[in-house]
């Protein structure tokens, strides 16, 4: 089956603590992304990559780190300079040409001790 | 003006109502329009896809585009409980899926 994996699914982080997300897709998507879901302020974009080690600045990258070496994989790592990480992280991939759209993986909750 | 805005409710129906949710935007060089649902601890799923004006059909949804006014509708009949959940609607900066703009959302709870 093609999709999304995202791990962990709960994440705790202890102050201090950088913490890295992973995100795989297998849909041969170009592009793939990581969002944030706060209550209330629906997704806001931290990163996103369209194309092999190259990604760009969202909204919200303060605090936030990505690399690209794989087509398949976005991991996201939330460093210690991110003073509020509890949310809901969601990484997201899609192609890039004409009529395409963004499918997402199942989230994962960070949360701080 | 917000580019996208979205009443975040939540919105409560008995099961077998018809559902309206809407989003307004204001920049009229948006194209493609998407409706996500959203379970809750889950990650959004592609609900409905249009381009440019006008109705999309599936099965219990209809997703409806009107650019003059600058309003997109999704329209769920006979709502169950299963429906219940939080409606997103996004909009694509630049017609490759690699910019959209997301609604906050609304919450649906449908009772049985």
């Known amino acids: 089956d093609g999709g999304i994996t995202q791990s962990p699914k709960y994440l705790f982080r202890k102050e201090g603590q950088n913490v890295t997300l992973s995100c795989e897709q297998n849909?041969?998507?170009?592009?793939m992304y990581w969002y944030r879901q706060d209550p209330g302020q629906g997704l806001r974009l931290i990163y996103y990559?369209?194309?092999?080690?190259?990604?760009q600045k969202g909204d919200i990258a303060e605090g936030y780190s990505v690399s690209r070496e794989k087509k398949e994989s976005f991991p996201l790592t939330v460093t210690s300079a991110q003073k509020n990480p509890t949310a809901f992280y969601l990484c997201?991939?899609?192609?890039?040409?004409?009529?395409?759209?963004?499918?997402f993986g199942p989230g994962t909750r960070l949360l701080v001790l | 003006q917000k580019e996208v805005e979205q009443d975040p409710g939540p919105l409560s129906v008995p099961e077998g109502a018809i559902v309206s949710l809407n989003c307004t935007y204001s920049n009229s060089a948006f194209q493609y329009f998407m409706w996500y649902r959203q379970y809750s601890r889950k990650g959004p799923e592609l609900l409905m896809y249009?381009?440019?004006?006008g109705n999309k059909e599936d099965g219990r949804f209809t997703a409806q585009v009107d650019k003059s006014s600058k309003y997109i509708s999704l329209f769920i009949r006979d709502s169950q409980p299963s429906d219940s959940a939080t409606y997103l609607c996004a909009m694509d900066r630049n017609q490759a899926g690699t910019a959209l703009i997301f609604g906050k959302g609304t919450t649906l709870s449908v009772s049985s």
């Open positions: 249009t381009y440019s004006s």
């Open positions: 997201a991939s899609s192609g890039t040409t004409l009529g395409e759209t963004q499918y």
């Open positions: 849909l041969n998507h170009d592009a």
């Open positions: 990559s369209q194309i092999v080690n190259d990604f």
